[in-house]
């Protein structure tokens, strides 16, 4: 859907955060405005998280079961690396949400901001990656991407269709 991923009632919301897990804008400015400096109190206890790899924390300020920091790839930095990198960014995201106990997870567009990750390219990639989990997982109930701008909805969208035609 398009919208805020703040507006979503849902157990767990994934942010594209960086691998310093010190904040930073976009999508994880917003999610660290409306936690509160528990939030990056408890980034600071983890420490850090390499690219394509996740972390779930306690949720600050927010009524979530946790916040899952996602690291995706910055586009053309990884030697080739990134389709990858952003395909684990998402499974790991996944998996910690659901050891922490979420049954529904929204996704932001991980690395489709600063990092610059085309469009057509990741949406294909993530939702791809996510309905492989969900094949795997059925306690994970509800994954949504939650999408801020009309492009960044379009692509998805398109890349929906596009999957769901491919699985029948
Ligand atoms: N809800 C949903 N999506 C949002 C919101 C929001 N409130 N705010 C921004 N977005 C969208 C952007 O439009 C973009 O499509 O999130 C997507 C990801 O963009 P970024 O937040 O720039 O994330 P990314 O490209 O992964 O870059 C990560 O940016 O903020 C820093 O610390 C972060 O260094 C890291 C880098």
């Known amino acids: 859907m398009r919208g805020n991923i703040l507006d979503q009632p849902l157990d767990a919301l994934v942010t594209a955060a960086n691998s310093g897990l010190l904040g930073g804008g976009g999508v994880d400015g917003a999610i660290h405005r409306a936690a509160g400096p528990d939030l990056l109190a408890a980034c600071r206890e983890v420490g850090?998280?390499?690219?394509g790899d996740a972390v779930a924390t306690a949720p600050g300020a927010l009524p979530l079961t946790c916040v899952v920091h996602a690291v995706?790839?910055?586009?053309?930095?990884?030697?080739?690396?990134?389709?990858d990198l952003l395909a684990s960014a998402h499974r790991r995201a996944l998996e910690v949400?659901?050891?922490?106990?979420?049954r529904s997870v929204a996704f932001p567009a991980i690395s489709c901001g600063v990092y610059?990750?085309?469009?057509a390219e990741a949406a294909p990639i993530g939702l791809g990656t996510i309905a492989a989990f969900l094949d795997d997982h059925p306690e994970v109930e509800l994954v949504r991407y939650v999408l801020y701008g009309r492009e960044e909805y379009e692509a998805f969208a398109h890349a929906l269709e596009a999957l769901r035609a491919a699985r029948g």
Do not use: K, Q, S
């Open 116 to 119: 610059g990750y085309p469009l």
């Open 97 to 102: 949400a659901a050891a922490a106990g979420a």
């Open 48 to 51: 850090g998280c390499p690219t």
């Open 72 to 83: 995706g790839p910055i586009y053309g930095a990884h030697d080739g690396a990134e389709a």
